[in-house]
């Protein structure tokens, strides 16, 4: 993300709003283009090096903080590394150790002093197996400014095979080196990623978000999850509106605030709603509003900040696959080829456990109207499986089927009550079971022909 000291927005009245720029503009695409080709020019070369030429196309440009941001979320691709023949560490200690045992402390320099230091570095270089070059280049080749550029995005520089990287990017919800290839650095993934990090420096004081989403539920909610985010979710029509219950709602409202709107401000929890924004973009519709507290004025105030999928942000995130598993897939083809009425629903529910939420894998809905929620209990860890347990006798419903597999270490007494609704399988769910549970188990909570 940018650093507050390149944030950019505007103040107006009670709201706040980034000041985003045009990625079709022809200086940004110029200025993105020319530092992306600084980089790439810079493989292999120094950390102070880079910086030294980023402060001077800083300089000649008008719009500093922007050449300055976009310097910086390029930075944030790059894996910088001290490259050197031998630790340079050791080549110091050699280096001190040798020039004791030859140099006189002296007040004035003598003739001699130039061909003592060679010397001095000649015998350190003879005895670490190096050449003098790389014994003079050595020896402080991991101060900050001496690292060098190893990896920019998906390209790498020679001296990065062997070489101990100190500093390293991490793409936080990034899944394998294949899926950030495919998202190679470019002029427009430079400037719409810039527009995503200027919204999010917004974020850095906000003690309070509401947000509504109407697709992508699994993946904006497990987001939701991982930035540690105390939420309240509540079902809303295609208005927004929040609706009695899930099965009469077509999207999710969900209020994320924290200590900052409890007591006093704090910005870790602000910077988590920044990190958390770019989950949204992976959604076709949502839309957000932030309270922010703003500083600047003689009293402290808040502030209004809005966002929506028309303000054409992208994400670098990681989409949930529409899968967790091969026994959901399979599950799901068997059923497009079987003959039932029931309908089978990725992922269509969100269930409010308090401190944590629940998504079921599927919804099953009849044509009158039934309907029932199926939860798969498959192959994995203790922990999961203890985590697993807990939010389904924390969801307590009548009509939430279990599909257990039998590899679990685990019994119907595990099930506290649900034992009738569990289905236990060995590699393979068959669709009629299934189906079987769910005309014992389903709700009949709404009218056939009411919208979802």
């Known amino acids: 993300m940018l650093t507050a000291d390149l944030a950019r927005s505007r103040r107006r009245g009670e ?26 020019d810079h493989l292999g070369e120094s950390k102070g090096e880079l910086e030294e030429r980023i402060d001077q196309l800083t300089i000649s440009d008008t719009d500093y903080k922007v050449v300055q941001g976009l310097a910086k979320l390029l930075t944030d691709e790059c894996e910088f590394a001290t490259v050197a023949a031998a630790d340079p560490r050791e080549i110091r200690q050699q280096l001190y150790e040798k020039a004791n045992e030859s140099y006189p402390v002296v007040r004035q320099p003598t003739l001699g002093e130039d061909t003592r230091q060679l010397e001095v570095y000649s015998a350190v270089a003879d005895r670490l197996g190096i050449s003098l070059e790389a014994c003079y280049r050595g020896m402080y080749a991991d101060l900050e400014d001496n690292k060098r550029l190893v990896r920019f995005g998906d390209h790498s520089s020679d001296a990065h095979e062997g070489a101990g990287a100190s500093q390293t990017t991490t793409r936080l919800t990034g899944d394998s080196e294949e899926s950030y290839a495919e998202d190679a650095i470019s002029v427009d993934w430079l400037l719409t990623r810039y527009n995503l990090a200027l919204a999010q420096a917004v974020l850095y004081d906000a003690t309070r978000m509401r947000i509504r989403v109407w697709d992508h539920f699994n993946t904006v909610f497990s987001y939701v999850k991982l930035f540690g985010l105390m939420h309240r979710i509540y079902p809303i029509d295609g208005d927004g509106t929040r609706v009695p219950n899930t099965d009469v709602a077509d999207g999710y409202e969900a209020i994320l605030d924290g200590p900052a709107s409890l007591f006093s401000q704090s910005r870790k929890y602000g910077i988590r709603m920044a990190n958390f924004l770019p989950a949204l973009p ?49 599950l799901a083809q068997k059923w497009d080829r079987s003959t039932t009425d029931w309908e089978l629903i990725h992922e269509d529910d969100v269930l409010d456990l308090g401190a944590e939420v629940m998504i079921p894998d599927f919804a099953l809905e009849h044509p009158d109207g039934r309907r029932a929620i199926l939860e798969i209990v498959g192959f994995w860890t203790p922990e999961y499986l203890d985590e697993k347990l807990a939010k389904i006798r924390d969801a307590d419903l009548d009509h939430l089927l279990l599909a257990v597999s039998e590899r679990l270490e685990c019994s ?5 009550g649900a034992s009738d609704r569990v289905l ?26 009411q919208k979802r």
């Open 15 to 40: 709201t706040v709003t980034p000041l985003f720029i045009d990625p079709d503009d022809d200086q940004y695409r110029d200025t993105a283009a020319t530092l992306i080709d600084l980089f790439e």
């Open 282 to 330: 992976l959604c076709n519709r949502w839309e957000m509003h932030a309270e922010v507290l703003d500083e600047e004025g003689p009293t402290e105030t808040t502030l209004s900040f809005e966002l929506d999928h028309t303000d054409g942000l992208s994400s670098h995130y990681t989409a949930r696959s529409d899968f967790d598993s091969d026994v959901e897939r399979t």
């Open 412 to 416: 119907a007494d595990d099930f506290d």
């Open 424 to 449: 236990w399988f060995k590699s393979g769910i068959h669709v009629y079971d299934v189906v079987e549970l769910a005309e014992t188990h389903a709700l009949k909570e709404r009218h056939p022909d």
